[in-house]
């Protein structure tokens, strides 16, 4: 089946009449980004398990990170080429090799026991196309419905994260449980096939090209792309709020969180309870904006949420409780889901359509190549001077994101499209 491509002005009369969350074309993306999402946490799910039972501990963890060097060294290239090709086009292509990847794993693994050599490769291939489906996904948004609704699609594409975050590792379990790491890789595979269809049936707005001269290589794509970004008088500053906003924030509710709960002695169950606090308060965010769809002063409001989600998370490391620790993350899940949703948000509508893939790529990068890098230094420190001071220096590099959203004016005065 082929996708229906409509001019701009069609689709935003045929958007305009109903919000996106009643939108069947959005609920298609919605369906097929969702089951896509499920698919990815069972399928991570199986690879540390199977890697687990085939090797050492050491060897688990060289799997697990195998995926992350193509996905950092690529990702920029995956923008230019969903902007070249078209995000429907890219995202189906990927979650095909995908599909195709884990279920070749899964009939080899139920057939025999290969060793570590079969979830090496597969792990690379997910890195390697991930380099491209994330930008895509990112700029997928924007083909399938008008502007103005663009904010209620973050937040229905939060509430499609929450849903994976809590189906995908019961789901993962359930088939390792039943069948062991080949049948948990099956369901991933299924789970990421159904998404296939739902994205060939989208109805997708035709965009213009840009300023792509004819035969510019990817290199000259990519500077065009960065250089939209660079002159922007939003997007410039939005990158590093984010770039300043994720490096202080992902560790300590990362590794920084498994060494406080392990001093506290709350356990594995008590990260489990925290995690849980912090995933419903960015859920109670994400259903906000889809049932609300547009906040006013969206660039104000990224800025202070910021600066309180910054102050949150500082105090994190000195609640003593349980109970106290999982109120603040409530707390840090509201601040941190609203300010990412207004960033992402303003990412989709400033931006050119035909650079998205590209501003979305960086974007990623910066989220998932360069923030968790962090990580070893945060445990580091931790293990140096305790959590109380690491806590605090990582709140002061996520309120300097906040600082910078409320200094340039640009990025303090802008608006999501009405």
């Given amino acids: 089946m082929t996708a229906a491509v409509i001019p701009p002005a069609t689709a935003t009369a045929a958007t305009a009449a109903k919000p996106a969350h009643r939108d069947p074309n959005v609920l298609r993306w919605l369906g097929a980004y969702t089951s896509s999402m499920v698919g990815d946490s069972v399928y991570y799910i199986a690879l540390s398990w199977a890697a687990v039972q085939g090797g050492s501990p050491a060897q688990a963890g060289a799997v697990m990170a195998v995926s992350a060097l193509p996905r950092a060294v690529l990702m920029l290239f995956g923008g230019v080429i969903a902007d070249r090709l078209g995000p429907r086009r890219v995202v189906i292509a990927s979650d095909a090799v995908r599909c195709a990847a884990v279920l070749a794993v899964a009939a080899l693994l139920f057939l025999s026991s290969p060793g570590l050599w079969p979830l090496t490769a ?7 196309v991930d380099a491209v489906f994330m930008p895509a996904v990112g700029a997928l948004p924007a083909r399938v419905t008008s502007r103005d609704q663009l904010a209620r699609v973050q937040g229905l594409r939060g509430l499609a994260i929450r849903v994976a975050s809590i189906l995908g590792a019961p789901l993962g379990g359930l088939g390792v449980a039943v069948g062991g ?47 939209h970004i660079r002159r922007h008088r939003v997007l410039a500053p939005l990158m590093l709020a984010i770039a300043l906003g994720d490096l202080g924030f992902v560790s300590p509710l990362n590794v920084g969180l498994t060494l406080l709960a392990d001093q506290r002695g709350w356990g594995a169950a008590g990260v489990g309870w925290v ?39 500082g105090s994190l490391a000195f609640v003593p409780s349980l109970a106290g620790a999982v109120g603040v993350a409530l707390l840090i899940g509201l601040l941190a889901g609203l300010s990412g949703a207004m960033c992402s948000a303003l990412l989709q509508t400033q931006a050119d359509p035909a650079y998205l893939g590209r501003v979305t790529a960086v974007a990623g990068l910066i989220s998932l190549g360069l923030t968790p890098l962090s990580m070893p230094f945060t445990a580091a420190a931790i293990g140096a001077f305790g959590p ?31």
């Fill in 275 to 313: 995690l849980a606090g912090f995933g419903t308060g960015a859920g109670a965010v994400s259903l906000l904006l889809t049932v609300r769809g547009r906040l006013p002063r969206a660039g104000l409001v990224a800025g202070y949420a910021i600066l309180a989600g910054s102050v949150a998370i």
């Fill in 388 to 418: 109380g001071p690491v806590y605090v220096v990582s709140a002061a590099v996520c309120a300097l994101g906040g600082i910078v959203a409320l200094a340039v004016p640009g990025l303090r005065r802008a608006e999501l499209p009405r």
């Fill in 122 to 128: 597969l792990a690379l291939i997910f890195g390697t």
């Fill in 181 to 227: 790491a080949a049948a948990a890789f099956g369901l991933a595979g299924l789970l990421i096939a159904v998404s296939v269809p739902l994205l060939m049936s989208l109805r997708v707005r035709k965009i213009p090209a840009g300023d792509r001269a004819a035969g510019a290589t990817p290199w000259q794509d990519l500077r065009a792309g960065l250089g």
